[in-house]
């Protein structure tokens, strides 16, 4: 059980293209979701955490417009890198939490690459 | 922001032997845990102390909480070249559910 599945795993976009990336709980119902940015070598960054139904709250430092998140159901949320750049190119990675327990489950990873 | 930071950065050990991984953090914590990531892939959760507790195992890892000090340490005994990966710590708070990770320790196993 707490499978979190995240699609696409790879993308290579334009620079100035929009990317959306979907996570999804499985088989269980996520309250909260969170997304994770990591570039190579190092730790990963908290972005935002959505909970279902109301607005993301973003972590100082990353851009709202630019990284769009939608929780619209408890088994969905996306986050879509608007007018991405090469700067953007990092391994994105989301979780979710139930209703019960501290435990996150996490996703396998997108690799998103711009050019 | 990062919340904690590991020592050492990497390490590099011979298989058999025990590898201990440390996570130190600044502000006070609900919970702490551990996580594995193989190269480029995604994150397995290792194990959760709470901030009650001092000691935690499972199988061959062991993981302390010093409260005090504000530091945990991550030991597997007996490793492996199948445990070479990178190893986070990432603290958790009562007043919200996100977790902070730290910095992270590569380890590495030589056969």
């Known amino acids: 059980g707490a499978v979190v599945s995240q699609h696409p795993s790879w993308v290579i976009c334009k620079s100035g293209t929009s990317v959306k990336i979907e996570c999804r709980s499985l088989?269980?119902?996520?309250?909260?979701m969170f997304w994770y940015r990591q570039f190579p070598k190092q730790s990963l960054m908290l972005m935002a955490t959505s909970n279902e139904g109301s607005k993301a709250t973003y972590e100082q430092g990353v851009e709202k417009d630019k990284f769009l998140i939608n929780h619209a159901s408890l088994t969905l949320s996306t986050l879509t890198v608007t007018s991405a750049h090469p700067e953007d190119s990092s391994f994105y990675i989301c979780s979710a939490k139930g209703l019960a327990g501290n435990e996150q489950f996490f996703g396998p990873g997108t690799r998103l690459t711009v050019l | 922001s990062q919340q904690g930071e590991e020592d050492p950065q990497a390490l590099s050990i011979q298989e058999g032997e025990n590898a201990t991984m440390n996570c130190s953090y600044k502000t006070s914590i609900n919970n702490l845990q551990w996580y594995r990531q193989n190269s480029g892939r995604g994150l397995v959760h290792l194990i959760l102390?709470?901030?009650?507790?001092r000691e935690k195992h499972s199988g061959r890892l062991r993981v302390t909480l010093d409260t005090s000090k504000k530091s945990s340490s991550l030991l597997i005994t007996a490793s492996r070249a199948a445990d070479t990966a990178s190893y986070f710590c990432?603290?958790?708070?009562?007043?919200?559910?996100?977790?902070?990770f730290g910095s992270g320790t590569r380890l590495s196993i030589r056969p």
């Open positions: 990432a603290t958790g708070y009562s007043s919200a559910s996100k977790i902070i």
């Open positions: 102390i709470r901030s009650n507790e």
């Open positions: 088989d269980f119902q996520a309250t909260t």
